[in-house]
């Protein structure tokens, strides 16, 4: 009998090792493919924007309630996981990189948040605004307002993330809360943003990944904004921190705008202490273009630095 009984409790054992853990409401299994985890979808109320957004959750293969994991939260969230789901077919590839580099104990299993970005508003949501305010009047700061449709909602965005959509991810997932748990990720306009969203929320953020960021705030290579967003900085973002930083480029048109900012920004963060190698990792990258796909062939060397 005692046999019987053991033999039961080792296939009960087996059997929820293999079962993925289901989050509670309003989170449902999403309807995208991906290659490795598990994928979950909700459509999510925001008081801060008054509208609904919607978030995929992503958790590594093997998640389970026992254990708790970092969190990335990711802008543009439509485009990083399938491809066929996308406008131009092309994805980061999110769960496929990340899957790999989990599975090859490079980085700590972890969950990845895509926050998808509306349409009409997206670069009103993502232009910092504190920073046009300090962009003085001109072509500059009139081609940004007329982009923005002078709706600027990148505070009230960061707030959706920080008062509403953390503490419900943190509520349904098994999830490690503290700030140096807890990254921020995009690129270009999403690469604004998270570093936007950790010197406006650093107690809430420990690292930001900037992928091909559009430090010019528009088209075609300028001082105007750079510069305001040289001085907010030297202003706010906490200094001699203990905060990760990723900043990279690459040198294909549209991205070899960014390069003369990308490379001040870079100064700066050297003279705020945060050093290459050490808090801060930086790199330009020959034949990549403003491209999802260019993203995810090297979205792995960030994921390794914050997830070491």
């Known amino acids: ?174 999830t490690l809360t503290d700030r140096k748990s807890t990254s921020i990720m995009g690129s270009s306009m999403g690469g604004l943003i998270s570093i936007y969203g950790v010197t406006e929320h650093p107690d809430v953020f420990g690292a930001a990944v900037c992928m091909s960021t559009h430090w010019t705030g528009a088209i075609g290579d300028n001082a105007d904004f750079p510069t305001a967003m040289k001085y907010y900085l030297m202003d706010k973002f906490p200094r001699n921190g203990d905060y990760l930083l990723y900043f990279d480029n690459g040198d294909c048109p549209y991205d070899s705008n960014y390069l003369p900012a990308y490379e001040m920004m870079n100064r700066l963060f050297d003279f705020l202490g945060y050093h290459e190698g050490d808090r801060l990792k930086t790199g330009v990258f020959q034949g990549h273009s403003h491209s999802e796909k260019s993203w995810s062939e090297r979205v792995a060397i960030p994921l390794q630095f914050i997830l070491k």
């Open 1 to 174: 009998m005692k046999k019987i009984l053991l033999f039961i409790s080792i296939i009960a054992l087996l059997a929820s090792c293999t079962k993925p853990t289901t989050p509670e409401a309003p989170f449902s299994e999403s309807q995208l493919e991906v290659t490795s985890g598990n994928l979950w979808h909700a459509d999510i109320f925001s008081p801060e924007l008054n509208e609904t957004i919607k978030i995929d959750v992503w958790t590594p293969k093997g998640y389970t309630d026992s254990k708790k994991y970092p969190v990335i939260y990711m802008h543009d969230g439509q485009n990083l996981f399938d491809a066929n789901s996308t406008w131009n077919h092309q994805a980061w590839e999110i769960d496929s990189v990340l899957g790999s580099l989990i599975a090859e104990k490079k980085v700590k299993p972890s969950i990845v948040v895509g926050i998808h970005s509306v349409d009409t508003t997206r670069i009103g949501d993502l232009m910092p605004e504190r920073v046009v305010e300090m962009t003085p009047p001109g072509e500059v700061r009139d081609f940004i307002d007329r982009m923005c449709r002078s709706q600027y909602r990148a505070d009230e965005y960061l707030s959706f993330i920080v008062n509403t959509l953390k503490p419900m991810v943190d509520e349904k997932f098994s």
